[in-house]
């Protein structure tokens, strides 16, 4: 059984910065690609960053390009989504995933519960 839990998520100013957190297994962290995504209210789960099993490749979103930085934790068994220059639309519930590396929610079979990211103004 694979599980996912995120961590690091809370209210923070426009500008401020946040590192997420998911920790997962052993055999999950080495064996399969991860990824973040967030769902704002109303609006569908997007892609935001990836990065492959092996950490030798990562990818952004558009928004999250410049920003954003994904990166893994052998050690902890953690994948992390360091976010700086935070932007009210930024706000929402991000939620880890493991699979196959790509922008699209169905190439990840398996997610954490989500934590929530709010950015006020």
């Known amino acids: 059984q694979v599980q996912l839990v995120e961590s690091g998520g809370g209210l923070v100013q426009a500008g401020d910065s946040l590192k997420l957190s998911c920790e997962t297994s052993?055999?999950?962290?080495?064996?399969?690609?991860m990824a973040w995504f967030r769902q704002a209210p109303g609006q569908e789960r997007v892609f935001v960053a990836a990065i492959t099993y092996d950490a030798y490749n990562t990818y952004y979103s558009n928004s999250a390009k410049g920003r954003f930085t994904i990166f893994r934790d052998n050690e902890k068994n953690t994948l992390n989504l360091q976010m700086s220059s935070l932007r009210t639309d930024d706000t929402a519930v991000y939620y880890c995933?493991?699979?196959?590396?790509?922008?699209?929610?169905?190439?990840?079979?398996?997610w954490g519960q989500g934590t929530q990211v709010t950015v006020s103004s």
């Open positions: 995933a493991a699979g196959s590396t790509g922008d699209r929610a169905f190439l990840y079979p398996y």
């Open positions: 052993r055999r999950t962290f080495i064996n399969y690609d």
